[in-house]
């Protein structure tokens, strides 16, 4: 009697897992199914065996057997997700790593773009340089040209004139010339003259001017030595020969006689 009874509950069973495999899917919705429409379920499948082979069939068997339907389901369903979860964190991680491989390969591109850009700054700095130095140059030829133009100029325009007036007129001309430029030449010679001076007699430069007399008005006690010294360094400084018949004509005379003698001579 017990192993007809285990037998028939056997059957039950499979008839109750057949037709859940029929009708309920094998997904979360199914699972969903079960949970929500248990009842409704239970009450379905006990009508139709019923119906079909007028045994009656208790209710807590159906439910059992959902319920144990239900648990397969929900590992089913989770292990699904478990893959899902798994395929999908190795696909981010390899998204993730083709995003890092992109990442190293746009820095090393800005790297490498960084540095032709410095390369190329680096080289416009120095042809901005060779230009500006070439526009020195140039500045400085133009300047020196223009001088000699300018030379030339006054040279022709001279040549001109004597052409153009007469001899005297000329002579007067030069000599007005002459006269206009001579303070600066005396002025410019002496800067030259009183520098030798302040070095030779170890002076400060600007205690000397053309009134200076260079025996009493300098503080210093100028001697034979000091006189030669000085008439050397002159000599050196212009590139002239300054004749001894001449320097030893020369008396402890005021500075300014003395530059007017230096320019004549010059």
Same mark, same amino acid.
């Given at each position: 009697?017990? @192993? ?6 056997? #059957?039950? +069973?499979? !008839? ?7 009708? #309920?899917?094998?997904? =979360? ?10 009842? @409704? ?14 045994? *009656? ?21 989770? /292990?699904? *997700?478990? /893959?899902?979860?798994? $395929?999908?964190? *190795?696909?981010?991680? $390899? ?9 190293? !390969?746009?820095?090393? +591109? ?12 680096? +080289? ?13 140059? &140039? ?5 020196? %040209? ?10 022709? &325009?001279? /040549? ?8 005297? =007129?000329?002579? !007067?001309?030069? $000599?007005? %010339? ?11 010679? %002496? ?12 002076? @400060? ?32 400084? %212009?590139?002239? &020969? ?5 320097? &030893? +004509? ?14 004549? $001579?010059?």
């Amino acid at each position: 009697m017990i @192993d007809d009874q285990a037998y028939t509950l056997n #059957i039950i +069973k499979k !008839v109750i897992t057949s037709y859940l495999d029929k009708n #309920i899917p094998n997904n =979360e919705t199914g699972l969903n199914m079960l949970v929500n429409q248990c009842d @409704d379920l239970v009450y379905k499948i006990a009508s139709k065996i019923y119906t079909e082979s007028g045994h *009656k069939v208790e209710f807590y068997i159906i439910r059992d057997v959902i319920n144990c339907r239900i648990e397969t389901l929900q590992e089913h369903i989770a /292990k699904i *997700k478990e /893959k899902e979860a798994t $395929r999908l964190a *190795k696909q981010a991680q $390899r998204e993730q790593e083709e995003d890092i491989k992109q990442l190293e !390969v746009k820095a090393k +591109k800005l790297e490498s773009e960084i540095q032709t850009r410095k390369e190329e700054e680096t +080289k416009i700095s120095e042809q901005t340089s060779q230009y500006e130095k070439a526009i020195s140059d &140039e500045r400085k030829l133009l300047s020196e %040209f223009r001088k000699r133009q300018e030379a030339i100029r006054l040279a022709e &325009e001279a /040549k001109r004139l004597e052409n153009k007036t007469s001899q005297e =007129e000329f002579k !007067v001309l030069k $000599r007005n %010339f002459r006269e206009e430029n001579k303070q600066k030449i005396i002025y410019d010679l %002496f800067l030259e003259v009183k520098n030798i001076i302040s070095k030779q007699l170890e002076v @400060d430069v600007d205690e000397i001017s053309l009134e200076s007399n260079l025996y009493h008005d300098l503080g210093v006690e100028v001697n034979e030595l000091h006189y030669i010294e000085i008439i050397m360094a002159l000599e050196e400084h %212009f590139d002239i &020969e300054i004749p001894d018949e001449i320097g &030893e +004509k020369l008396e402890p005379y005021r500075m300014n006689k003395r530059s007017d003698r230096s320019t004549s $001579r010059l």
